[in-house]
């Protein structure tokens, strides 16, 4: 049974910076994909970014690029979330996902089987 568990979350104010972790368990975690999304009250899933099995590609959402920046350790099964320059609009649930098979695509919500229960992030103005 995959598990993911996100920490990391909290208040911070606009200009700041947190960092978020995935711990994951259940399988060999550096064989698959890892994804972030999130999302706001009334608003659908976003992606927020993407890392390939070894870390070698990555992928941002068009507003956190420059931002943002997703990491893995494959030692540690984690993957991880830095937030930088935060705003009161990326204020929202961060889910952490995982794909069940080696391949395909991991920009969309449906490209991936296994969810975190998700932490909070608030950027007060």
């Known amino acids: 049974q995959v598990q993911l568990v996100e920490s990391g979350g909290g208040l911070v104010q606009t200009g700041g910076s947190l960092r978020l972790s995935c711990a994951a368990s259940?399988?060999?975690?550096?064989?698959?994909?890892m994804g972030w999304f999130r999302q706001a009250p009334r608003k659908e899933r976003e992606f927020v970014a993407a890392i390939t099995w070894n870390g070698d590609n990555t992928y941002y959402g068009n507003s956190v690029k420059g931002r943002f920046t997703i990491s893995r350790d494959n030692a540690k099964n984690t993957v991880y979330l830095q937030m930088n320059s935060l705003k009161p609009e990326d204020t929202a649930v961060y889910y952490c996902?995982?794909?069940?098979?080696?391949?395909?695509?991991?920009?969309?919500?449906?490209?991936?089987?296994?969810w975190g229960q998700g932490t909070q992030v608030t950027v007060s103005s």
């Open positions: 996902a995982t794909r069940r098979s080696y391949f395909g695509p991991i920009l969309a919500a449906s490209d991936y089987d296994y």
């Open positions: 259940g399988r060999t975690f550096s064989n698959y994909p």
